[in-house]
C-alpha cells in the first residue's frame, strides 16, 4: 500500500463513529448463530504468514483477542511474538485512561515507521478506541499509514475486512456506532489451556459520568443460557479447569431479556457452576445491583470461587451522585457485611477513582475511611481521567494534578497496609491451590492462585492444572508464600 503521509484523506467516505449515535440504545439485540464466514477471496491467504495482535484494557478485550486469533489462524497465519517480523499486526485497544491511549499512540508510530519500510507489512486498530470519534479522527488526520480500523461492534467482520484491505489497497474504516447484536459460534483460539474467560454480557447502561464504556461497548446484550453453557461444557471436555464469567457489568445480566423468563444472574451463576467445572469466577459487579441472592448462591456452591470484585469508586455520596453512581456508603457497608457474615473467607477487592473533579479533601478522606472500615484485600487505584464523550469531561476541575498525586499516594500506602494484613491472615492455613506452573521470576518455585485469587508461590511438585494442597508459611502484599503437603 502507498504511504498516505503525503495525502490529505477525504474523511467523509469511511464509516466513522458518531457518540451522539452511540448514546442511542436500541431496542432488543438479535441471536446471529451463523453470522462469520471466511471470504472466498483469503481463504488460505495467511499461510506463510504471521501475526501479533497486542492488548490493552480489560477481560473483554482479551476475549475479543481470543476470537480474532481464531479467526485469522483459519486462513493460515501463524501467531509470531515479534511485532518487528510479523506480516500483521493489530492494537486491540482500551478507552478507560488516558495513559492508555498515549500507548497506543506511541505503538501506531512505531508500526508507522515499519510501514514506510515494508509496503506489505498490514497493521490495525480495533477495540474500544476505535469507538471514539476524537480517537479515529486523529489518526486519520496525522496521516497513519493505518491499513484498517474497526470497532467493538464487528470484530466478527475482521476477515472481511482483511479482504478489503488486500484487494482495494486502501484504507478501510468500519465502525459502527449502534451496538450490534449477539453473534455466536466464532472460533476463537484461547491463550490459556487451563482457565478461561466466557462473555455472559456485553454493554453497559449504567452511564457513570465519567466512564465511556457505554458508548464504546454499547447496550446491555445478554447471551442466552444454553449458549453459555455450551460454552461451559465445551470447555470442560476440553481440560479446562477454571471459567471466569464476564461481561461490562455481570449482575445486570438478564433484565434485557423479554420474555418473562426472569433469569438473572444468580440463577446463571448456579447453572454454571451445576455443570461441575471445578472452579467459576466472575467479574465485574456494579454494586449498584450486586443482589444477596449472588451471595446465596456462592455459599451454595463451593466451586464458585469466594473473591468479589466490587468496585465502589469513591467514600463519598455526594462524590457517587456526581458520578451518576447512586450508592449509599451504608448500603455498600451492609452488603459487604452480608457477604462476609455468609461467606467468612471471601476476599473482596474494589476500584477506586481519586481526584473526581472538584472532589474536596474532606470527600477524599472519606474513601480513607471507607477502605478503613472494609478493609479491602486489594484495590485498583486511578486519578480521574478525562473522556471526551463523558459528561464529566466538561465539569471545570480546579483541583491541581499535584494535589491528585499526593491523594493518590496516600491512598495507596493504605492498600498496601491493608493487603499485607488480610494476606498474613492466611499464615499457618491451607489453601486449594490450582497450578499455574514455575514462577516466571523463580524456576524453582510453582505458583498459583487460591480460592480467594491470591498468588501462591510454594515449593514442592505440581504440575500444570493440578489444584494442591499448600501450607501458607508467609506473606507479603502481593503474594502469598508456602509449601505443597500431601
Given amino acids: ?16 463513529p458518531d457518540i451522539r449515535q452511540a448514546r442511542k440504545r436500541i431496542k432488543k439485540a438479535d441471536i446471529i448463530k451463523d453470522g462469520f464466514e471466511i471470504p472466498a477471496n483469503i481463504i488460505n491467504y495467511g499461510e506463510g504468514k504471521t501475526y501479533h495482535i497486542k492488548t490493552f484494557g480489560c477481560q473483554s478485550n482479551l476475549r475479543d483477542t481470543e476470537v480474532m486469533m481464531g479467526m485469522l489462524e483459519l486462513i493460515g ?10 506480516d500483521l499486526v493489530l492494537l486491540n485497544t482500551c478507552a478507560v485512561r488516558e495513559h492508555a491511549e498515549s500507548k497506543v499512540f506511541a505503538d501506531i508510530g512505531i508500526l508507522d515507521r515499519i510501514k514506510k519500510s515494508n509496503p506489505n507489512f498490514i497493521f490495525g486498530v480495533c477495540g474500544c478506541m476505535a469507538q471514539e470519534e476524537a480517537v479515529v479522527n486523529r489518526i486519520l488526520k496525522s496521516n497513519f499509514n493505518v491499513d484498517f480500523i474497526f470497532g467493538t461492534h464487528n470484530v466478527h467482520r475482521i476477515l472481511n475486512l482483511l479482504e478489503q484491505v488486500i484487494f482495494e489497497k486502501n484504507l478501510v474504516v468500519e465502525v459502527w456506532s449502534h451496538e450490534g447484536n449477539v453473534i455466536e459460534n466464532l472460533p476463537s483460539k484461547r491463550t490459556n489451556n487451563l482457565k478461561g474467560f466466557v462473555n455472559v454480557m456485553y ?6 459520568t465519567y466512564c465511556i464504556v457505554p458508548m464504546t461497548r454499547g447496550k446491555i446484550r445478554s447471551r442466552r443460557k444454553e449458549d453459555i453453557l455450551d460454552e461451559v461444557h465445551q470447555m470442560i471436555s476440553e481440560g479446562y479447569k477454571e471459567v471466569t464469567l464476564i461481561g461490562q457489568n455481570v449482575n445486570s445480566y438478564g433484565i434485557d431479556f423479554d420474555n418473562g ?4 444472574f444468580n440463577n446463571l451463576l448456579e447453572d454454571v457452576a451445576k455443570t461441575g467445572i471445578e472452579r467459576v469466577r466472575f467479574t465485574t459487579s456494579n454494586p449498584w445491583n450486586f443482589t444477596r441472592s449472588i451471595v446465596d448462591t456462592m455459599k451454595k456452591y463451593p466451586n464458585i470461587m469466594p473473591h468479589i470484585h466490587l468496585p465502589i469508586q469513591s467514600g463519598d455520596e455526594t462524590i457517587l ?6 450508592m449509599k456508603i451504608g448500603d455498600y457497608i451492609d452488603l459487604v457485611d452480608y457477604i462476609r457474615a455468609n461467606i467468612p473467607n471471601c476476599s473482596i477487592t474494589t476500584d477506586l477513582i481519586v481526584g473526581f473533579p472538584n472532589e474536596t479533601k474532606e470527600q477524599f478522606n472519606k474513601t480513607l475511611e471507607l477502605y478503613k472500615r472494609i478493609e479491602f484485600d486489594n484495590a485498583f487505584t486511578f486519578i480521574y481521567s478525562k473522556r ?8 471545570p476541575d480546579e483541583i491541581p494534578l499535584s494535589e491528585k498525586k499526593e491523594r493518590l499516594q496516600e491512598l ?3 492498600v498496601k497496609t491493608f493487603s499485607k494484613k488480610n494476606n498474613e491472615k492466611y499464615v499457618n492455613k491451607v489453601l486449594d491451590v490450582l497450578v499455574d506452573g514455575p514462577s516466571k521470576k523463580d524456576k524453582t518455585v510453582i505458583s498459583g492462585y487460591s480460592p480467594q485469587w491470591k498468588v501462591v508461590n510454594f ?28
Fill in 261 to 264: 423468563e426472569n433469569y438473572l
Fill in 459 to 486: 515449593t514442592g511438585s505440581a504440575k500444570s492444572g493440578e489444584i494442591v494442597k499448600v501450607l501458607i508459611t508467609s506473606a507479603s502484599r502481593f503474594t502469598l508464600n508456602g509449601k505443597m503437603i500431601d
Fill in 321 to 326: 451522585k456526581k458520578m451518576n453512581r447512586p
Fill in 1 to 16: 500500500m502507498d504511504s498516505k503521509s503525503t495525502k490529505k484523506r477525504d474523511l467523509s467516505k469511511y464509516f466513522l
Fill in 77 to 86: 497465519y501463524e501467531y509470531n511474538e515479534d511485532v518487528n517480523t510479523s
Fill in 203 to 208: 454493554g453497559c447502561d449504567k452511564f457513570c
Fill in 412 to 414: 495507596n500506602e493504605m
Fill in 388 to 395: 471526551d464523550g463523558t459528561v464529566a469531561a466538561i465539569i
